[in-house]
Protein backbone atom coordinates (compact mmCIF):
# COMPACT_ATOMS: atom_id res chain seq x y z
CA UNK A 1 0.00 0.00 0.00
CA UNK A 2 0.93 3.56 -0.40
CA UNK A 3 1.17 5.43 2.54
CA UNK A 4 0.41 8.69 0.37
CA UNK A 5 -2.59 7.41 -1.05
CA UNK A 6 -3.60 6.59 2.44
CA UNK A 7 -3.26 10.34 3.41
CA UNK A 8 -5.02 11.59 0.86
CA UNK A 9 -7.96 9.46 0.96
CA UNK A 10 -7.91 9.27 5.21
CA UNK A 11 -7.67 5.84 6.09
CA UNK A 12 -5.20 3.55 7.77
CA UNK A 13 -5.40 -0.15 8.10
CA UNK A 14 -6.47 0.70 11.37
CA UNK A 15 -10.05 1.85 10.66
CA UNK A 16 -11.12 1.20 7.43
CA UNK A 17 -14.49 2.30 6.39
CA UNK A 18 -16.94 -0.78 6.05
CA UNK A 19 -19.92 -1.08 3.52
CA UNK A 20 -18.29 0.50 0.67
CA UNK A 21 -17.90 0.45 -3.18
CA UNK A 22 -15.05 1.65 -4.31
CA UNK A 23 -14.69 2.77 -8.14
CA UNK A 24 -11.20 2.00 -9.45
CA UNK A 25 -10.78 3.63 -13.21
CA UNK A 26 -7.66 4.85 -15.73
CA UNK A 27 -8.02 6.67 -19.08
CA UNK A 28 -5.00 6.81 -21.30
CA UNK A 29 -2.66 5.14 -18.54
CA UNK A 30 -2.31 2.06 -16.47
CA UNK A 31 -4.41 2.06 -13.02
CA UNK A 32 -3.18 -1.58 -11.64
CA UNK A 33 -1.21 0.64 -9.28
CA UNK A 34 -4.56 1.14 -7.92
CA UNK A 35 -5.32 -2.33 -7.83
CA UNK A 36 -2.01 -3.57 -6.20
CA UNK A 37 -2.34 -0.07 -3.65
CA UNK A 38 -5.95 -1.80 -2.36
CA UNK A 39 -4.79 -5.69 -2.55
CA UNK A 40 -1.65 -4.68 -0.06
CA UNK A 41 -4.06 -2.47 1.75
CA UNK A 42 -6.69 -4.80 2.86
CA UNK A 43 -4.38 -7.67 3.46
CA UNK A 44 -2.12 -5.44 5.89
CA UNK A 45 -5.88 -4.88 7.51
CA UNK A 46 -6.32 -8.01 8.55
CA UNK A 47 -9.28 -8.08 6.27
CA UNK A 48 -10.49 -11.77 4.41
CA UNK A 49 -10.00 -10.97 0.56
CA UNK A 50 -11.62 -12.67 -2.56
CA UNK A 51 -9.59 -11.19 -5.79
CA UNK A 52 -11.11 -12.16 -8.52
CA UNK A 53 -7.99 -11.77 -11.52
CA UNK A 54 -8.76 -11.89 -14.68
CA UNK A 55 -5.75 -9.88 -16.27
CA UNK A 56 -2.59 -10.92 -14.70
CA UNK A 57 -1.04 -14.32 -13.35
CA UNK A 58 -0.72 -14.75 -9.63
CA UNK A 59 3.19 -14.52 -9.59
CA UNK A 60 2.55 -10.92 -11.06
CA UNK A 61 0.53 -9.73 -7.99
CA UNK A 62 2.95 -12.10 -5.59
CA UNK A 63 5.74 -10.08 -7.10
CA UNK A 64 4.28 -6.36 -6.66
CA UNK A 65 2.60 -7.41 -3.57
CA UNK A 66 6.21 -8.69 -2.15
CA UNK A 67 7.48 -5.09 -3.20
CA UNK A 68 4.74 -2.89 -1.21
CA UNK A 69 5.14 -5.52 2.06
CA UNK A 70 2.47 -8.52 1.45
CA UNK A 71 2.81 -12.27 0.78
CA UNK A 72 -0.21 -13.68 -1.37
CA UNK A 73 1.92 -17.12 -0.95
CA UNK A 74 1.19 -16.42 2.91
CA UNK A 75 -2.18 -15.30 2.95
CA UNK A 76 -3.56 -17.68 0.14
CA UNK A 77 -1.96 -20.32 2.67
CA UNK A 78 -3.66 -19.69 6.00
CA UNK A 79 -7.17 -18.44 4.49
CA UNK A 80 -6.95 -14.87 4.59
CA UNK A 81 -6.54 -14.58 0.55
CA UNK A 82 -9.06 -16.42 -2.02
CA UNK A 83 -7.56 -15.95 -5.22
CA UNK A 84 -9.47 -16.50 -8.57
CA UNK A 85 -6.87 -16.90 -11.77
CA UNK A 86 -8.86 -16.37 -14.70
CA UNK A 87 -6.04 -17.10 -16.60
CA UNK A 88 -5.91 -20.65 -15.36
CA UNK A 89 -8.66 -21.69 -14.23
CA UNK A 90 -10.56 -20.62 -17.75
CA UNK A 91 -8.65 -23.36 -19.84
CA UNK A 92 -10.19 -25.22 -16.76
CA UNK A 93 -14.08 -24.50 -17.71
CA UNK A 94 -13.52 -26.34 -20.54
CA UNK A 95 -11.93 -29.78 -19.48
CA UNK A 96 -14.54 -30.24 -16.76
CA UNK A 97 -18.04 -32.16 -16.56
CA UNK A 98 -20.38 -29.93 -17.54
CA UNK A 99 -22.22 -30.32 -14.82
CA UNK A 100 -19.73 -28.98 -12.36
CA UNK A 101 -20.69 -25.29 -11.75
CA UNK A 102 -17.61 -22.75 -12.29
CA UNK A 103 -16.81 -19.65 -11.59
CA UNK A 104 -16.40 -18.80 -15.29
CA UNK A 105 -19.08 -20.76 -16.86
CA UNK A 106 -20.23 -17.98 -19.07
CA UNK A 107 -17.41 -18.69 -21.38
CA UNK A 108 -18.72 -22.29 -22.30
CA UNK A 109 -22.09 -20.42 -22.99
CA UNK A 110 -23.25 -19.31 -26.45
CA UNK A 111 -25.07 -16.37 -25.43
CA UNK A 112 -23.44 -15.60 -21.84
CA UNK A 113 -26.30 -15.29 -19.72
CA UNK A 114 -25.26 -13.94 -16.50
CA UNK A 115 -22.47 -14.15 -13.81
CA UNK A 116 -24.35 -15.84 -11.16
CA UNK A 117 -21.83 -18.87 -10.82
CA UNK A 118 -19.28 -15.88 -9.98
CA UNK A 119 -21.48 -14.32 -7.88
CA UNK A 120 -21.84 -17.92 -6.39
CA UNK A 121 -17.67 -18.32 -6.23
CA UNK A 122 -17.54 -14.83 -4.32
CA UNK A 123 -20.70 -15.37 -1.78
CA UNK A 124 -18.86 -18.72 -0.78
CA UNK A 125 -15.25 -17.31 -0.60
CA UNK A 126 -16.47 -14.43 1.64
CA UNK A 127 -19.34 -15.62 4.02
CA UNK A 128 -18.68 -15.69 7.67
CA UNK A 129 -17.18 -18.63 8.87
CA UNK A 130 -19.49 -20.20 11.44
CA UNK A 131 -17.29 -20.55 13.94
CA UNK A 132 -18.31 -17.59 15.86
CA UNK A 133 -15.20 -16.26 16.45
CA UNK A 134 -14.02 -13.30 13.97
CA UNK A 135 -10.96 -14.45 12.45
CA UNK A 136 -10.53 -11.68 9.69
CA UNK A 137 -11.87 -8.19 10.19
CA UNK A 138 -14.64 -7.44 7.08
CA UNK A 139 -14.79 -9.34 3.87
CA UNK A 140 -13.29 -7.55 0.85
CA UNK A 141 -13.68 -8.22 -2.57
CA UNK A 142 -11.47 -7.00 -5.38
CA UNK A 143 -11.35 -7.15 -8.93
CA UNK A 144 -8.93 -6.97 -11.88
CA UNK A 145 -11.03 -5.82 -13.77
CA UNK A 146 -14.14 -5.27 -15.01
CA UNK A 147 -14.04 -4.48 -18.61
CA UNK A 148 -12.23 -7.68 -19.65
CA UNK A 149 -15.70 -9.39 -18.72
CA UNK A 150 -17.30 -7.02 -21.82
CA UNK A 151 -14.63 -7.95 -23.89
CA UNK A 152 -15.54 -11.82 -23.40
CA UNK A 153 -18.92 -11.28 -24.59
CA UNK A 154 -20.78 -10.45 -21.05
CA UNK A 155 -23.26 -7.60 -21.36
CA UNK A 156 -22.69 -4.39 -19.52
CA UNK A 157 -26.17 -4.96 -17.64
CA UNK A 158 -25.26 -8.74 -16.41
CA UNK A 159 -21.91 -7.29 -15.31
CA UNK A 160 -23.82 -4.49 -13.48
CA UNK A 161 -25.90 -7.09 -12.00
CA UNK A 162 -23.13 -8.88 -10.55
CA UNK A 163 -21.60 -5.80 -9.05
CA UNK A 164 -25.23 -5.37 -7.30
CA UNK A 165 -25.28 -8.79 -5.57
CA UNK A 166 -21.93 -8.39 -4.90
CA UNK A 167 -22.71 -5.11 -2.84
CA UNK A 168 -26.24 -6.23 -1.55
CA UNK A 169 -24.07 -9.00 -0.39
CA UNK A 170 -20.72 -8.02 0.78
CA UNK A 171 -21.28 -4.70 1.70
CA UNK A 172 -24.49 -4.34 2.68
CA UNK A 173 -24.94 -7.31 4.65
CA UNK A 174 -21.66 -8.35 5.93
CA UNK A 175 -20.26 -5.01 6.19
CA UNK A 176 -17.66 -5.56 3.54
CA UNK A 177 -16.11 -3.25 0.98
CA UNK A 178 -16.14 -3.87 -2.82
CA UNK A 179 -13.30 -2.57 -5.06
CA UNK A 180 -13.34 -2.94 -8.96
CA UNK A 181 -11.21 -1.40 -11.83
CA UNK A 182 -12.90 -0.60 -15.00
CA UNK A 183 -11.07 0.82 -17.75
CA UNK A 184 -12.38 3.87 -20.01
CA UNK A 185 -11.40 3.55 -23.25
CA UNK A 186 -12.40 7.03 -24.05
CA UNK A 187 -13.56 5.92 -27.27
CA UNK A 188 -17.03 7.23 -28.23
CA UNK A 189 -17.85 4.08 -29.78
CA UNK A 190 -17.67 1.56 -26.56
CA UNK A 191 -21.48 2.29 -24.88
CA UNK A 192 -21.18 -0.74 -23.51
CA UNK A 193 -18.11 0.54 -21.26
CA UNK A 194 -19.63 3.40 -21.14
CA UNK A 195 -22.83 2.12 -19.48
CA UNK A 196 -20.85 -0.01 -17.09
CA UNK A 197 -18.33 2.67 -16.35
CA UNK A 198 -21.10 5.48 -15.37
CA UNK A 199 -23.50 2.51 -14.11
CA UNK A 200 -21.12 1.60 -11.35
CA UNK A 201 -19.90 5.73 -10.92
CA UNK A 202 -23.79 5.57 -9.92
CA UNK A 203 -23.25 3.07 -7.10
CA UNK A 204 -19.70 3.93 -6.20
CA UNK A 205 -19.30 5.74 -3.02
CA UNK A 206 -15.49 6.71 -3.90
CA UNK A 207 -14.08 7.09 -7.25
CA UNK A 208 -10.77 6.74 -7.87
CA UNK A 209 -9.58 8.11 -11.57
CA UNK A 210 -6.14 8.10 -12.67
CA UNK A 211 -5.45 9.96 -16.02
CA UNK A 212 -2.65 10.48 -18.15
CA UNK A 213 -1.66 14.09 -18.41
CA UNK A 214 -3.43 15.93 -21.16
CA UNK A 215 -0.21 16.99 -22.64
CA UNK A 216 1.43 13.52 -22.82
CA UNK A 217 3.83 11.60 -21.48
CA UNK A 218 6.18 12.87 -18.47
CA UNK A 219 9.42 11.17 -17.07
CA UNK A 220 8.36 12.42 -13.78
CA UNK A 221 5.19 13.13 -13.26
CA UNK A 222 3.19 9.68 -14.62
CA UNK A 223 -0.74 10.79 -14.46
CA UNK A 224 -2.87 12.76 -12.61
CA UNK A 225 -5.14 11.11 -9.88
CA UNK A 226 -9.08 12.31 -9.36
CA UNK A 227 -10.65 11.32 -6.71
CA UNK A 228 -14.60 11.87 -6.27
CA UNK A 229 -16.44 11.37 -2.39
CA UNK A 230 -20.00 10.62 -3.75
CA UNK A 231 -21.92 9.41 -0.61
CA UNK A 232 -19.48 10.74 2.44
CA UNK A 233 -20.07 9.00 5.59
CA UNK A 234 -20.45 12.25 7.67
CA UNK A 235 -23.12 14.66 5.01
CA UNK A 236 -22.72 17.38 7.89
CA UNK A 237 -18.79 17.60 7.79
CA UNK A 238 -17.62 19.80 4.97
CA UNK A 239 -16.51 17.39 2.50
CA UNK A 240 -14.18 18.05 -0.19
CA UNK A 241 -15.92 16.14 -2.93
CA UNK A 242 -13.47 16.27 -5.29
CA UNK A 243 -9.51 16.58 -5.00
CA UNK A 244 -7.06 16.12 -7.81
CA UNK A 245 -3.15 15.23 -7.38
CA UNK A 246 -0.51 14.46 -10.11
CA UNK A 247 1.83 11.14 -9.30
CA UNK A 248 5.06 9.37 -9.90
CA UNK A 249 5.16 5.94 -9.75
CA UNK A 250 8.76 4.77 -8.16
CA UNK A 251 10.01 0.84 -7.74
CA UNK A 252 8.07 0.30 -4.66
CA UNK A 253 6.23 3.95 -3.58
CA UNK A 254 3.76 5.85 -5.62
CA UNK A 255 4.73 9.50 -4.69
CA UNK A 256 1.54 11.96 -5.02
CA UNK A 257 2.06 15.93 -5.02
CA UNK A 258 -0.65 19.01 -5.54
CA UNK A 259 -0.87 19.76 -9.78
CA UNK A 260 2.07 21.69 -11.03
CA UNK A 261 4.28 20.96 -7.50
CA UNK A 262 6.52 18.41 -8.70
CA UNK A 263 9.82 17.92 -7.10
CA UNK A 264 11.13 18.07 -10.74
CA UNK A 265 10.13 21.06 -11.72
CA UNK A 266 10.62 23.12 -8.94
CA UNK B 1 -37.22 44.48 3.35
CA UNK B 2 -37.36 44.36 7.18
CA UNK B 3 -35.12 40.98 8.33
CA UNK B 4 -38.23 39.09 9.01
CA UNK B 5 -39.67 39.80 5.62
CA UNK B 6 -36.45 38.26 3.84
CA UNK B 7 -36.73 34.90 6.54
CA UNK B 8 -40.65 34.90 5.89
CA UNK B 9 -39.66 35.01 2.00
CA UNK B 10 -36.73 32.81 1.92
CA UNK B 11 -38.90 30.44 3.99
CA UNK B 12 -41.52 30.90 1.27
CA UNK B 13 -39.32 30.28 -1.65
CA UNK B 14 -38.33 27.29 -0.25
CA UNK B 15 -41.32 25.55 0.36
CA UNK B 16 -42.36 27.17 -3.31
CA UNK B 17 -39.62 25.25 -5.03
CA UNK B 18 -40.23 21.73 -3.41
CA UNK B 19 -44.10 22.25 -4.14
CA UNK B 20 -43.97 23.73 -7.50
CA UNK B 21 -42.15 20.35 -8.05
CA UNK B 22 -44.92 18.12 -7.19
CA UNK B 23 -47.74 21.05 -7.75
CA UNK B 24 -48.36 19.53 -11.74
CA UNK B 25 -48.85 15.74 -10.33
CA UNK B 26 -48.44 13.26 -12.63
CA UNK B 27 -44.39 11.37 -13.46
CA UNK B 28 -41.89 14.15 -12.21
CA UNK B 29 -38.67 13.47 -13.60
CA UNK B 30 -34.95 13.66 -11.75
CA UNK B 31 -32.58 13.41 -14.16
CA UNK B 32 -28.97 13.32 -11.91
CA UNK B 33 -25.20 12.05 -13.28
CA UNK B 34 -22.22 10.88 -11.64
CA UNK B 35 -20.40 14.08 -10.43
CA UNK B 36 -24.18 15.47 -9.14
CA UNK B 37 -26.41 12.98 -7.83
CA UNK B 38 -30.30 12.92 -7.27
CA UNK B 39 -31.06 10.69 -4.15
CA UNK B 40 -31.09 13.56 -2.26
CA UNK B 41 -33.63 15.50 -4.12
CA UNK B 42 -35.58 12.59 -4.66
CA UNK B 43 -35.49 12.09 0.01
CA UNK B 44 -36.40 15.91 -0.11
CA UNK B 45 -39.22 15.50 -2.10
CA UNK B 46 -40.63 11.96 -0.47
CA UNK B 47 -40.44 14.08 2.94
CA UNK B 48 -42.16 16.96 1.63
CA UNK B 49 -44.82 15.08 0.49
CA UNK B 50 -45.08 12.85 3.52
CA UNK B 51 -45.50 15.43 5.49
CA UNK B 52 -48.21 16.62 3.87
CA UNK B 53 -50.02 13.14 4.93
CA UNK B 54 -49.75 11.30 1.68
CA UNK B 55 -48.28 8.04 2.23
CA UNK B 56 -45.73 6.55 0.26
CA UNK B 57 -44.40 4.35 -1.84
CA UNK B 58 -41.27 3.52 -2.95
CA UNK B 59 -39.47 0.73 -5.15
CA UNK B 60 -36.21 0.57 -4.07
CA UNK B 61 -33.46 -1.13 -6.69
CA UNK B 62 -30.45 0.26 -5.91
CA UNK B 63 -30.10 0.78 -2.25
CA UNK B 64 -31.13 -1.07 0.71
CA UNK B 65 -33.94 0.01 2.76
CA UNK B 66 -32.01 0.96 5.56
CA UNK B 67 -29.76 3.06 4.04
CA UNK B 68 -32.55 4.64 1.89
CA UNK B 69 -34.43 5.35 5.20
CA UNK B 70 -31.33 6.77 6.82
CA UNK B 71 -32.02 10.36 7.82
CA UNK B 72 -35.57 10.40 7.59
CA UNK B 73 -36.98 10.70 11.38
CA UNK B 74 -39.89 7.86 12.80
CA UNK B 75 -42.80 10.48 11.53
CA UNK B 76 -41.59 10.32 8.28
CA UNK B 77 -40.45 6.63 8.50
CA UNK B 78 -44.03 5.40 9.19
CA UNK B 79 -45.29 6.59 6.09
CA UNK B 80 -43.48 4.60 3.96
CA UNK B 81 -43.99 1.79 2.38
CA UNK B 82 -40.19 0.51 0.68
CA UNK B 83 -40.91 -2.24 -1.66
CA UNK B 84 -37.74 -4.34 -1.67
CA UNK B 85 -35.88 -5.24 -5.32
CA UNK B 86 -32.39 -4.52 -4.04
CA UNK B 87 -31.75 -7.68 -1.80
CA UNK B 88 -32.69 -10.36 -4.60
CA UNK B 89 -34.21 -8.88 -7.58
CA UNK B 90 -33.15 -11.79 -10.21
CA UNK B 91 -34.23 -14.32 -7.63
CA UNK B 92 -30.45 -15.68 -7.93
CA UNK B 93 -30.95 -16.90 -3.99
CA UNK B 94 -33.88 -18.55 -4.63
CA UNK B 95 -34.97 -18.75 -1.57
CA UNK B 96 -38.61 -17.00 -2.50
CA UNK B 97 -37.97 -13.65 -0.20
CA UNK B 98 -38.13 -11.47 -3.39
CA UNK B 99 -40.77 -9.93 -4.72
CA UNK B 100 -42.63 -12.53 -6.68
CA UNK B 101 -42.79 -11.81 -10.83
CA UNK B 102 -39.78 -9.51 -10.55
CA UNK B 103 -39.35 -5.74 -11.32
CA UNK B 104 -41.97 -5.78 -13.85
CA UNK B 105 -44.97 -7.58 -11.18
CA UNK B 106 -44.08 -5.32 -8.63
CA UNK B 107 -44.17 -1.96 -10.83
CA UNK B 108 -47.19 -3.12 -12.04
CA UNK B 109 -48.61 -3.83 -8.90
CA UNK B 110 -48.17 -0.38 -7.79
CA UNK B 111 -50.39 0.92 -10.45
CA UNK B 112 -53.59 -1.69 -8.84
CA UNK B 113 -52.80 -0.17 -5.67
CA UNK B 114 -57.06 0.20 -4.13
CA UNK B 115 -55.75 2.27 -1.05
CA UNK B 116 -58.10 5.63 -0.92
CA UNK B 117 -55.89 9.24 -0.61
CA UNK B 118 -53.41 11.15 -2.40
CA UNK B 119 -50.46 8.82 -2.70
CA UNK B 120 -46.27 9.34 -4.17
CA UNK B 121 -44.75 6.72 -6.02
CA UNK B 122 -40.65 7.08 -6.12
CA UNK B 123 -38.97 4.73 -8.14
CA UNK B 124 -35.39 4.06 -7.16
CA UNK B 125 -34.36 4.21 -9.97
CA UNK B 126 -35.94 4.70 -13.13
CA UNK B 127 -32.74 3.82 -15.11
CA UNK B 128 -32.20 0.65 -13.17
CA UNK B 129 -35.68 -0.45 -14.48
CA UNK B 130 -35.02 0.95 -18.05
CA UNK B 131 -31.83 -1.37 -18.28
CA UNK B 132 -33.82 -4.51 -16.76
CA UNK B 133 -37.30 -3.76 -18.82
CA UNK B 134 -38.15 -2.96 -22.40
CA UNK B 135 -38.54 0.33 -22.83
CA UNK B 136 -41.82 0.34 -24.64
CA UNK B 137 -43.00 -1.70 -21.18
CA UNK B 138 -41.77 0.53 -19.11
CA UNK B 139 -43.50 3.70 -20.90
CA UNK B 140 -46.45 2.10 -20.72
CA UNK B 141 -46.81 1.05 -17.21
CA UNK B 142 -45.26 4.51 -16.14
CA UNK B 143 -48.36 6.30 -18.15
CA UNK B 144 -51.08 3.81 -16.35
CA UNK B 145 -49.24 4.61 -12.92
CA UNK B 146 -49.40 8.47 -13.13
CA UNK B 147 -52.43 8.77 -14.57
CA UNK B 148 -54.51 6.66 -11.89
CA UNK B 149 -56.58 8.94 -10.63
CA UNK B 150 -58.34 9.16 -13.95
CA UNK B 151 -58.98 5.57 -14.32
CA UNK B 152 -60.80 5.71 -10.57
CA UNK B 153 -64.09 6.99 -11.43
CA UNK B 154 -64.41 8.00 -7.57
CA UNK B 155 -61.44 9.99 -6.82
CA UNK B 156 -61.82 13.98 -6.16
CA UNK B 157 -59.58 16.37 -8.14
CA UNK B 158 -57.49 17.15 -5.77
CA UNK B 159 -55.99 13.43 -5.19
CA UNK B 160 -53.73 13.25 -7.60
CA UNK B 161 -51.22 11.09 -8.05
CA UNK B 162 -47.33 11.90 -7.95
CA UNK B 163 -44.61 9.55 -9.11
CA UNK B 164 -41.01 9.97 -8.85
CA UNK B 165 -38.65 8.88 -10.89
CA UNK B 166 -34.95 8.96 -10.76
CA UNK B 167 -32.93 8.69 -14.25
CA UNK B 168 -29.66 8.20 -14.59
CA UNK B 169 -28.60 10.26 -17.29
CA UNK B 170 -25.46 9.00 -18.74
CA UNK B 171 -27.08 5.36 -19.30
CA UNK B 172 -29.17 5.82 -21.86
CA UNK B 173 -29.53 7.09 -25.28
CA UNK B 174 -31.66 9.83 -26.91
CA UNK B 175 -34.37 7.92 -27.51
CA UNK B 176 -35.30 6.19 -24.23
CA UNK B 177 -34.21 9.61 -22.67
CA UNK B 178 -36.48 11.52 -25.03
CA UNK B 179 -39.88 8.98 -24.11
CA UNK B 180 -39.61 9.53 -20.46
CA UNK B 181 -38.71 13.18 -20.88
CA UNK B 182 -42.25 13.60 -22.89
CA UNK B 183 -44.17 11.30 -20.17
CA UNK B 184 -43.09 13.68 -17.45
CA UNK B 185 -44.94 16.67 -16.36
CA UNK B 186 -42.20 18.09 -14.27
CA UNK B 187 -38.26 17.80 -15.19
CA UNK B 188 -35.50 18.61 -13.30
CA UNK B 189 -31.68 18.41 -14.62
CA UNK B 190 -29.47 18.65 -11.82
CA UNK B 191 -25.67 20.02 -12.46
CA UNK B 192 -23.90 22.70 -10.79
CA UNK B 193 -20.64 24.63 -10.38
CA UNK B 194 -17.93 25.10 -7.92
CA UNK B 195 -19.55 22.50 -5.46
CA UNK B 196 -23.26 24.11 -5.64
CA UNK B 197 -25.60 21.99 -6.90
CA UNK B 198 -28.35 23.32 -9.23
CA UNK B 199 -31.49 21.84 -10.36
CA UNK B 200 -32.89 23.16 -14.14
CA UNK B 201 -36.62 22.63 -13.98
CA UNK B 202 -39.48 22.06 -17.28
CA UNK B 203 -42.66 22.43 -16.36
CA UNK B 204 -45.13 21.02 -18.59
CA UNK B 205 -48.26 22.69 -17.91
CA UNK B 206 -51.45 21.76 -19.61
CA UNK B 207 -52.71 23.63 -22.89
CA UNK B 208 -49.50 26.23 -21.81
CA UNK B 209 -46.06 26.12 -23.32
CA UNK B 210 -43.16 24.53 -21.32
CA UNK B 211 -41.71 26.80 -18.90
CA UNK B 212 -38.02 26.80 -17.58
CA UNK B 213 -36.41 27.36 -14.12
CA UNK B 214 -33.18 27.15 -12.90
CA UNK B 215 -32.51 27.13 -8.93
CA UNK B 216 -29.49 27.01 -6.62
CA UNK B 217 -29.80 24.53 -3.82
CA UNK B 218 -28.09 22.36 -1.33
CA UNK B 219 -29.70 19.79 0.66
CA UNK B 220 -29.38 19.43 4.41
CA UNK B 221 -28.77 16.39 6.59
CA UNK B 222 -32.45 16.39 7.67
CA UNK B 223 -33.24 16.27 3.79
CA UNK B 224 -34.74 19.72 4.15
CA UNK B 225 -33.96 21.74 0.96
CA UNK B 226 -31.83 25.13 0.91
CA UNK B 227 -31.84 27.70 -1.71
CA UNK B 228 -28.60 29.38 -2.44
CA UNK B 229 -28.39 32.60 -4.55
CA UNK B 230 -25.70 31.08 -7.09
CA UNK B 231 -22.66 29.31 -7.36
CA UNK B 232 -20.01 31.20 -4.93
CA UNK B 233 -17.60 34.18 -6.29
CA UNK B 234 -14.81 32.78 -5.81
CA UNK B 235 -13.34 29.55 -6.24
CA UNK B 236 -13.42 27.60 -3.13
CA UNK B 237 -9.50 27.10 -1.50
CA UNK B 238 -8.21 23.82 -1.02
CA UNK B 239 -8.13 23.25 1.92
CA UNK B 240 -4.59 20.75 1.72
CA UNK B 241 -3.63 19.59 5.10
CA UNK B 242 -3.72 16.13 3.50
CA UNK B 243 -1.02 16.74 0.70
CA UNK B 244 2.02 16.12 1.79
CA UNK B 245 4.05 18.71 2.34
CA UNK B 246 6.65 19.06 0.05
CA UNK B 247 8.67 22.10 0.51
CA UNK B 248 10.02 23.45 -2.57
CA UNK B 249 13.03 25.50 -1.04
CA UNK B 250 14.93 22.09 0.08
CA UNK B 251 17.69 20.18 -2.50
CA UNK B 252 18.33 24.19 -4.32
CA UNK B 253 21.80 24.66 -5.69
CA UNK B 254 21.39 28.16 -4.45
CA UNK B 255 21.18 29.69 -1.45
CA UNK B 256 17.87 31.50 -0.73
CA UNK B 257 19.03 32.96 2.93
CA UNK B 258 21.90 34.92 4.06
CA UNK B 259 23.67 34.59 6.91
CA UNK B 260 25.09 37.68 9.46
CA UNK B 261 28.49 37.66 8.37
CA UNK B 262 27.08 37.05 4.75
CA UNK B 263 24.73 40.18 5.04
CA UNK B 264 27.56 42.35 6.74
CA UNK B 265 30.09 41.49 3.88
CA UNK B 266 27.70 42.07 1.13
CA UNK B 267 26.55 45.38 2.41
CA UNK B 268 30.01 46.60 3.01
CA UNK B 269 31.13 45.99 -0.84
CA UNK B 270 31.57 48.39 -3.28
CA UNK B 271 30.43 47.81 -6.50
CA UNK B 272 32.87 48.40 -9.44
CA UNK B 273 30.90 51.00 -11.30
CA UNK B 274 30.20 52.94 -7.88
CA UNK B 275 32.65 55.71 -7.92
CA UNK B 276 34.29 56.35 -3.97
CA UNK B 277 36.58 59.18 -3.73
CA UNK B 278 39.06 56.13 -2.53
CA UNK B 279 38.43 54.10 -5.80
CA UNK B 280 38.91 57.76 -7.80
CA UNK B 281 42.35 57.92 -5.98
CA UNK B 282 43.41 54.17 -6.46
CA UNK B 283 42.84 54.60 -10.49
CA UNK B 284 44.45 57.74 -10.55
CA UNK B 285 47.57 57.21 -8.60
CA UNK B 286 49.21 53.62 -8.74
CA UNK B 287 50.22 53.70 -4.88
CA UNK B 288 53.14 52.58 -3.74
CA UNK B 289 53.27 48.77 -3.14
CA UNK B 290 51.16 48.31 -6.13
CA UNK B 291 52.57 45.95 -8.40
CA UNK B 292 52.49 47.68 -11.86
CA UNK B 293 51.63 46.00 -14.59
CA UNK B 294 53.90 45.03 -17.77
CA UNK B 295 53.26 44.51 -21.22
CA UNK B 296 55.73 42.58 -23.47
CA UNK B 297 54.58 42.69 -27.03
CA UNK B 298 56.77 40.80 -29.53
CA UNK B 299 56.51 42.36 -33.11
CA UNK B 300 55.47 40.24 -35.79
CA UNK B 301 57.42 40.97 -39.07
CA UNK B 302 54.20 43.17 -41.02
CA UNK B 303 53.78 45.10 -38.19
CA UNK B 304 54.01 48.90 -38.84
CA UNK B 305 55.71 50.36 -35.91
CA UNK B 306 55.05 54.21 -35.90
CA UNK B 307 55.35 56.22 -32.81
CA UNK B 308 53.39 58.77 -33.58
CA UNK B 309 49.91 58.95 -32.21
CA UNK B 310 47.41 57.70 -35.21
CA UNK B 311 44.59 60.83 -33.75
CA UNK B 312 46.95 63.56 -33.89
CA UNK B 313 45.43 64.54 -37.04
CA UNK B 314 41.67 64.42 -36.02
CA UNK B 315 40.18 68.40 -35.76
CA UNK B 316 37.84 67.63 -33.16
Not at chain 1, 209 to 225: I, N, P, S
Request: some cysteine; charged content about 20%; proline content about 6%.
Amino acid sequence: MFPELNNLLNTTPDQTEQGKLTLLCDAKTDGSFLVHHFLSFYLKANCKVCFVALIQSFSHYNIVGQKLGVSLTTARECGQLVFLEGLKSAVDVFFRPQEEPHPLQFLREANSGNLQPLYEFVQEALKPMDSGEAAWRCPVLLVDDLSVLLSLGVGAVAVLDFIHYCRATVCREWKGNVVALVHDSGDAEDEENDILLNGLGHQSHLILRAEGLATGFCKDVHGQLRILWRRPSEPTAQRDRSLTYQYKIQDKNVSFFAKGMSPAVL
Amino acid sequence: VTPSEGVRRGTRRILEMLESLLALGGLVLLRDSVEWEGRSLLKALIKKSALCGEQVHILGCEVSEEEFREGFDSNINSRLVYHDLFRDPLNWSETGETLPGGPLEALRALCRRTHPGPVTIALDSLSWLLLHLPCTTLCQTLHTLSHQDSCRGDSSPGEQVHVLGLLHEELHGPGPLGVLSSLAQTEVTLSGAMGQASAHVLYRRPQQRPTHQTQWFSILPDFSLELQGGPPLEPQPYPDPRVPSMDPTTHLTFNLRLSKKEREAKDSLTLPFQFSSEKQQALLCPGLGQATSHIFYEPDAYDDLDQEDPDDDLDV
